[in-house]
C-alpha cells in the first residue's frame, strides 16, 4: 500500500514536472521523460511493471545524468566553478549551469523512483519464487 501512495505521490509530480516544461527550451525532451516516469508509476500502482521500459529509461535518464554531469555548463562546473551556489533562489535559471543542474537532479530523482520500484518488484518476484 505504501509504495502505492509513493507512486501516486511521483506520477502527480511528474506529470507537474511534465506540465511545467511546456515553456521551456527545450520541453520536446523534457515533457517526455517527465511523463514516462509518470506513466511508469501509475504501472506500478496497477502491479505492473514493463521491465524492457524501465530497463530503457533507465538507460536513457543515466546517460543524460552523465552527460550533464560532466558538460562544459553542467554539474561539476556549476559546484567547481560557482562554489554550488543556490541553484532554487528563483524560478527563472538566468545561467546555463543553473538550468542543467537542476535537469541533473530532475533525472536523478526519475532514477531513485524507478529504482525503488525496480527494487520492489524484484523483491517481490523472488519472494513469490521461494513461497
Known amino acids: 500500500m505504501l509504495m502505492k501512495i509513493i507512486n501516486g505521490f511521483f506520477a502527480l509530480l511528474f506529470i507537474l514536472s511534465a506540465a511545467l516544461q511546456y515553456n521551456d527550451p527545450?520541453?520536446?525532451?523534457?515533457?517526455?521523460?517527465?511523463?514516462?516516469?509518470?506513466?511508469?508509476?501509475?504501472?506500478?500502482?496497477?502491479?505492473?511493471?514493463?521491465?524492457?521500459?524501465y530497463v530503457v529509461a533507465m538507460c536513457v535518464y543515466a546517460v543524460y545524468a552523465l552527460y550533464l554531469m560532466f558538460d562544459t555548463t553542467g554539474v561539476l562546473n556549476w559546484f567547481n566553478k560557482h562554489d554550488a551556489e543556490n541553484i532554487a533562489q528563483s524560478?527563472?535559471?538566468t545561467k546555463p549551469y543553473i538550468e542543467e543542474t537542476r535537469e541533473f537532479f530532475g533525472l536523478v530523482l526519475l532514477m531513485l523512483v524507478l529504482g525503488l520500484n525496480m527494487l520492489m518488484f524484484g523483491w517481490k518476484s523472488k519472494r513469490k519464487k521461494h513461497a
Not at 523534457?30 to 514516462?36: E, F, S
Open 26 to 53: 527545450d520541453p520536446y525532451v523534457w515533457m517526455p521523460l517527465y511523463l514516462t516516469g509518470a506513466y511508469l508509476c501509475i504501472q506500478a500502482i496497477r502491479g505492473r511493471y514493463p521491465r524492457v521500459l
Open 91 to 93: 524560478m527563472k535559471a
